[in-house]
């Protein structure tokens, strides 16, 4: 199956560490991990993208396992605006991109 | 700086009729896609054009046509609405693959 595998739900205080897990167990090598987030009535916006190794930038952080079977995206200070949708996507034959149902984040005041 | 445009933003439809969604994007992406969302499923690709002159299929894409105009616009057309496709539409670019891409607000399209 093309689709990753994440939580239902998370939640998390307020300007606390996040970390929102996903399994792509059938990835190939090279697949690269892709995450969107979606905030309500919004389309979806670009999170980060990586391969093999940890990735940053001014959003997040992206820890991808040594197996590449699992990631997990950070985000080192929730604020009430990261609450969203976090999808986790991997590449499938050719140019598809398949979205799972998504991690909602509630970020507790 | 529009970025990916798409009109219109609702549309109610009776079962049998055609429509066409529009999409243009103004950032000279080569790559453009359609998604629909139904609650509860996350989003699902109808169909995606890799560059100008090329299109093809994605998870879902029975009931849907597609037109990829030139560069900067790429079209869905629903030939006969049907209750099923009730959903929000997001139509997607990026410069190549899916790395980074640009999301529109999407079309909320209810068939009755």
């Known amino acids: 199956d093309a689709k990753t595998t994440q939580p239902n739900s998370m939640e998390s205080n307020e300007e606390e560490p996040v970390h929102l897990p996903c399994n792509h167990s059938?990835?190939?090598?090279?697949?690269?991990i892709h995450w969107y987030r979606q905030l309500p009535s919004q389309g979806p916006e670009y999170v980060i993208h990586g391969l093999t190794s940890n990735v940053n930038n001014r959003m997040a952080s992206l820890a991808i396992a040594e197996d590449r079977k699992s990631s997990t995206l950070i985000l080192h200070r929730a604020t009430l605006r990261d609450a969203a949708v976090y999808y986790c996507?991997?590449?499938?034959?050719?140019?598809?991109?398949?979205f799972g149902t998504g991690t909602s984040l509630t970020v507790i005041p | 700086n529009a970025g990916v445009t798409q009109t219109p933003k609702f549309q109610v439809l009776k079962t049998g009729q055609s429509m066409t969604l529009q999409c243009a994007q103004d950032m000279n992406h080569n790559s453009m896609y359609w998604y629909r969302q139904d609650p509860g499923m996350g989003l699902r690709l109808i169909y995606y054009?890799?560059?100008?002159?090329?299109?093809d299929k994605g998870e879902v894409p029975n009931g849907y046509n597609v037109s990829r105009l030139n560069k900067r616009e790429f079209s869905l057309r629903l030939e006969s609405a049907a209750p099923s496709q009730t959903s929000v539409y997001f139509c997607a670019s990026s410069e190549t693959g899916f790395y980074e891409a640009f999301f529109g607000q999407g079309t909320r399209l209810t068939v009755v």
């Open positions: 054009s890799a560059s100008e002159g090329t299109t």
């Open positions: 059938t990835i190939s090598g090279t697949d690269y």
């Open positions: 996507i991997r590449e499938h034959t050719g140019n598809q991109f398949y």
